[in-house]
């Protein structure tokens, strides 16, 4: 982005704030990354420890929405469905990545600092 431009993304009513919460969000990161392959509702589930039915539900709708991802019914019986990466949610597999990977190595310095930071606010508060 030019710096030009930067002043135009913080605003309240910029188009891409919404988008990003959406992307940004912990389970939308997930799901897609589980969706290395068409998936149905309940392996994703089972891949993403913790979720709930009903916040996975959201999640996916939210990301078909968005262009993401992609719900098929598949003609078994019974009905099932089964969810996979559009072009444009396959475009995040590197960002996502990337940023996993930074994750993972940066762990156990953010952990130190959050402990470190803890330890100041309790002898601050005592």
């Known amino acids: 982005m030019a710096a030009s431009d930067t002043g135009t993304v913080y605003r309240a009513d910029c188009p891409s704030r919404p988008i990003l919460d959406q992307i940004a969000d912990k389970w939308s990161m997930m799901a897609m990354a589980v969706l290395e392959e068409p998936r149905?509702?309940?392996?994703?589930?089972?891949?993403?420890?913790g979720v709930t039915q009903r916040v996975l539900t959201?999640?996916?709708?939210?990301?078909?929405?968005?262009?993401?991802?992609?719900?098929?019914?598949?003609?078994?019986?019974?009905?099932?469905?089964?969810?996979?990466?559009?072009?444009?949610?396959?475009?995040?597999?590197?960002?996502?990545g990337r940023l996993y990977d930074w994750t993972v190595a940066h762990t156990g310095e953010i952990q130190e600092s959050q402990q470190s930071y803890d330890e100041r606010l309790r002898a601050e508060e005592s």
């Open 40 to 49: 149905r509702f309940n392996d994703i589930k089972r891949r993403l420890e």
């Open 58 to 96: 959201q999640t996916l709708r939210r990301l078909e929405r968005n262009g993401m991802i992609v719900r098929r019914v598949l003609p078994t019986s019974p009905v099932g469905v089964e969810y996979s990466l559009t072009p444009l949610g396959e475009s995040l597999r590197e960002p996502f």
